[in-house]
């Protein structure tokens, strides 16, 4: 497939984060067009090299990191080193954009925080995540993606009442976090054509996290009278009504969701639904519709259940592992995988970025850089400026 | 051949746009969108400065404004359409009527952006799809959501949260291995998908006006994003690792499980009288600052054995309380933290030195009082400025006479919209 021209073409990225949120908006930003250099420390490189899921390796490295930082350039430099030091301000001189998610001060203590990049580079936009904060009694813990999960009320959301505190199974914190600070990184690039200046867009994930629970926080802000509770039964959001939520079948599991109880006790032949059809019952009664339905459902397949749903326009759908999800006509013509050939001669298969721009795919076409892959080409650049 | 610029965006100098500290201002989105994936994109590009007018049809408008939760309303709308769109302004228009269709073709022309959200095919009915809307303003940025992409079996499916969720096999990555899938109780479909809509049409945006600047060939885009797609970029870790390993299902914990391919600690445990997480880390530096050698395994058997592992730490935690077992871990820097509710958090000085909390407000509809709502700001801070606008989510059509008198002035087309504004 031919590469078309991608929008953040000629733009240039520095990554000095590490591990996964500020990774993601990096690999964001160069799916989007931007040319995005990994800054890394010699010998050992970001940590996130080391950092491994279901021990999977692929050819000597962690399949997590490649899925991180692929489509992006390696270079090492050492800060203790002036000579390196004068290069690496050549580099940030050339840069649209830096990206640093160390906790605060850190950049600070390495020369690099916002106001000595500036003086550098008046032009750049220095994208800033912190766990907390730069203030605050939890400025200094670290901003790991399950104590942000434990400490922003998250791990009260998911799960049935009864389950204590459930954590979000995918490291929501981390890439929704990432996810914002690419909105406030182009915004400032936007603003930068009309004012020729850059900007320092900061983010915590603590902030990001507050967003994610946008809808609940309001409730509780607006009204401190309203308890936000989990579902006893099949819980799956808080807020909702009625069925809402995934149960087991015959064979396998099937998602109910927003719908009049009056239509499912008709259409799955459930009587013990019909004194709950009254609308102004469905958020209060909302366990007992649950557990009718998940003593109900078990009967039957899902097939079964769908073929009487689907025709009468029940928003509803069959519960997917990944096999089933990656066999599936529907998940096929999204065409969201590629592979990427691996320097050892085998193939890193990863998922796309999910943007379309002008009916166009955003494909990658590296795993990720080795430790100072590019470190020559890069110093031949800089000289060459000099 | 140069374009003209959109209006708004001829009358901002440089000077303008530094002072106003808003990185979008003078940007015009329409926002055709509903519920939440659409509309929280149009919130994001809001709180960045830019004008945002919602296009809703006469009568009831967003379905979102009569969708409440928890039978919540504040002045009619429901509080959960308050949430999603406050800073922006409403224009009704019956999208099925020639007279309507045409003063949105009007605006059209003029904007920077538009969004939708309706199902395939119901935009190129109204003849507002892509290449309609281009003919009208080939610098405009069209951005369109999806629930499963616009081709193939799932094209006629709902595209909602839960069944995004559901077909996306994201449900087998929480709780524990004994139980069935669980649902992430946000809509995080909606979240992501408006987040990367938000993230293309920004994107976009800079091209466009790197373009104007350097005399490139200027032109507008069409970005798509859809709930799946969201979906399955939301679980790109997990995933990567199953294409490059067997395709191995993921395989949760029995017990404390956090993240499906994470070995021991990872995960929250009960204590004696709340709960605590504890992140990665080694095992032998946990084992010894918790006081317990039954966890003192090589790292290696960390993932193998983390049943095993996690079933001896989550015994040993509940002897304690968490005051008593985070004092040991933070004088050991372990990662790990106690567990908050809602009302812990929102006492908390952690929470108010982020002050995210944000109050909006309108007249109400007799223009006599002032209605507010407490909510959250947006998350990112630029130049150390937080984004506060205090203007509440619009009434229906509250906007609709004004934008006719300002933007739709000029047009020899441009009718009175009595009648037409909320019902």
Not at chain 2, 80 to 98: G, Q
Not at chain 2, 240 to 250: A, E, I, K, S, V
């Amino acid at each position: 497939m031919t590469q078309t021209h991608k929008p953040l073409d000629g733009l240039l990225v520095l990554d000095f984060s590490q591990f996964l949120s500020g990774p993601s908006a990096a690999l964001r930003l160069a799916d989007l067009g931007a040319r995005v250099i990994k800054i890394e420390r010699p010998e050992r490189g970001e940590d996130g090299r080391n950092l491994y899921l279901s021990d999977c390796v692929l050819e000597g490295e962690s399949t997590l990191f490649h899925a991180i930082n692929r489509d992006k350039e390696s270079y090492c430099v050492d800060l203790k080193n002036p000579a390196q030091r004068d290069d690496l301000n050549a580099l940030i001189r050339k840069a649209d954009i830096l990206i640093a998610n160390f906790r605060p001060g850190v950049m600070q203590r390495l020369g690099l925080d916002y106001d000595h990049v500036k003086a550098i580079n008046p032009h750049i936009i220095y994208g800033e995540i912190s766990g907390y904060g730069n203030t605050g009694p939890w400025a200094d813990r670290p901003g790991q993606d399950l104590l942000l999960q434990a400490l922003s009320g998250l791990t009260w959301l998911s799960g049935s009442r009864d389950d204590g505190p459930v954590a979000m199974g995918v490291p929501v914190a981390d890439i929704f976090t990432g996810a914002q600070l690419v909105q406030g990184i182009l915004a400032a690039a936007f603003a930068r054509e009309f004012t020729g200046e850059g900007s320092l867009v900061q983010i915590s994930m603590l902030e990001a996290m507050v967003d994610f629970q946008f809808e609940p926080l309001t409730i509780a802000l607006q009204d401190p009278q309203q308890t936000i509770e989990r579902a006893a039964v099949n819980g799956a959001h808080a807020l909702v009504a009625g069925a809402y939520g995934f149960y087991k079948t015959n064979d396998g599991y099937i998602a109910l969701s927003m719908g009049r109880v009056e239509d499912l006790a008709r259409l799955l032949d459930c009587p013990a639904l019909l004194p709950y059809c009254d609308p102004a019952l469905a958020f209060a009664e909302r366990d007992a519709i649950k557990q009718i339905l998940a003593d109900h459902l078990p009967s039957q397949t899902t097939a079964h259940w769908l073929s009487l749903l689907e025709p009468a326009d029940i928003w509803c759908a069959e519960v997917l592992d990944w096999n089933q999800l990656l066999a599936h006509d529907g998940f096929k013509t999204l065409d969201m995988l590629q592979s990427l050939p691996m320097s050892g001669g085998s193939q890193l298969t990863t998922s796309r970025c999910p943007i379309r721009i002008d009916d166009q795919f955003l494909w990658g076409s590296h795993p990720a850089p080795k430790l100072g892959q590019h470190q020559g080409a890069i110093n031949n650049e800089i000289k060459n400026e000099r | 051949m140069t374009q003209p610029m959109s209006a708004m965006q001829q009358t901002m100098s440089a000077k303008q746009h530094a002072a106003s500290q808003l990185p979008l201002k003078g940007l015009t989105v329409l926002e055709f969108s509903q519920y939440l994936a659409g509309p929280y994109a149009g919130l994001r590009l809001a709180d960045l400065g830019a004008r945002v007018i919602k296009i809703e049809r006469p009568g009831s408008g967003d379905a979102c404004r009569s969708l409440a939760t928890k039978d919540l309303w504040v002045d009619g709308d429901s509080l959960l359409f308050h949430t999603i769109n406050r800073n922006k302004e409403s224009f009704c228009a019956d999208l099925k009527s020639p007279h309507d269709l045409n003063a949105v073709r009007q605006l059209l022309a003029q904007a920077d952006v538009m969004t939708h959200n309706f199902r395939p095919g119901v935009m190129e009915k109204i003849g507002l799809d892509y290449t309609s809307v281009k003919a009208l303003n080939p610098q405009i940025i069209y951005g369109e959501v999806s629930g499963y992409g616009n081709e193939g079996p799932w094209v006629h499916k709902p595209g909602q949260d839960l069944l995004a969720q559901a077909v996306s096999g994201v449900g087998w990555l929480s709780g524990n291995r004994k139980q069935g899938p669980v649902p992430l109780g946000l809509a995080i479909a909606d979240m992501l998908c408006g987040t990367h809509l938000a993230q293309g049409i920004l994107a976009a945006l800079v091209r466009r006006q790197r373009a104007r600047k350097n005399g490139g060939a200027v032109v507008g885009a069409k970005v798509q994003a859809s709930l799946l797609e969201s979906m399955v970029d939301f679980q790109f870790e997990g995933l990567t690792t199953y294409l490059n390993n067997d395709r191995q299902l993921p395989d949760r914990s029995a017990i404390a499980n956090a993240h499906a391919f994470l070995g021991a600690p990872y995960g929250i445990y009960q204590t004696k009288d709340h709960w605590i997480a504890i992140s990665m880390g080694p095992l032998g530096p946990l084992a010894e600052a918790l006081g317990c050698p039954a966890i003192n395994k090589n790292d290696s058997e960390a993932f193998s054995q983390r049943d095993a592992i996690k079933t001896d730490l989550a015994k040993h935690l509940r002897t304690q309380t968490t005051d008593h077992w985070m004092t040991r871990l933070n004088a050991a820097a372990i990662w790990a933290s106690e567990v908050v509710d809602y009302d812990q958090l929102l006492d908390h000085p952690a929470f108010k030195a982020v002050a995210m909390e944000l109050q909006v407000s309108r007249p109400s509809q007799n223009g006599e009082t002032s209605l507010t709502v407490n909510t959250t700001r947006c998350p990112l801070r630029i130049n150390g400025q937080r984004f506060t606008s205090h203007k509440a989510a619009p009434r229906l059509g509250e906007d609709t006479d004004h934008i006719r008198n300002t933007l739709l002035a000029n047009s020899t087309t441009a009718h009175s919209s009595q009648g037409e504004t909320a019902q």
